[in-house]
């Protein structure tokens, strides 16, 4: 069973920086992916950025790109999405999920989930 807790959540001004960390336990698989997600009030839940083991890059959503950075401590088995220059739009909560396969950025394809945390951004 995987387990993941996010945590770095919070509140800061555009244009402020954020970094996300997301622990996991549980992981045996070799290959998998793991990714954020955020959902805004009223809106669906989207992915963020996501990296496959077995791919060399990672994947980013367009609102992102050249802002947000997704990385992975093996060692330490957690997930970092560092966030720049942020936004007001980037507001919601912020999801970790593990995937078994390649997940890309379709939450519908990750069969696990942190709790969520919070970042609020205000112009």
């Known amino acids: 069973q995987v387990q993941l807790v996010e945590s770095g959540g919070g509140s800061v001004q555009a244009g402020g920086s954020l970094r996300l960390s997301c622990a996991a336990s549980?992981?045996?698989?070799?290959?998998?992916?793991m990714g954020w997600f955020r959902q805004a009030p009223g809106k669906e839940r989207a992915g963020v950025a996501s990296?496959?083991?077995?791919?060399?890059?990672?994947n980013y959503a367009d609102p992102v790109k050249g802002r947000f950075t997704v990385s992975q401590d093996n060692a330490k088995n957690t997930l970092y999405l560092q966030m720049n220059n942020l936004k007001p739009e980037d507001t919601a909560i912020y999801y970790c999920?593990?995937?078994?396969?390649?997940?890309?950025?379709?939450?519908?394809?990750?069969?696990?989930w942190g709790q969520g945390t919070q970042v609020s951004v205000s112009s």
């Open positions: 990296i496959y083991t077995g791919a060399p890059r990672p």
């Open positions: 999920a593990y995937s078994h396969g390649n997940g890309g950025l379709n939450p519908r394809w990750y069969a696990y």
């Open positions: 549980g992981v045996t698989a070799s290959t998998y992916s």
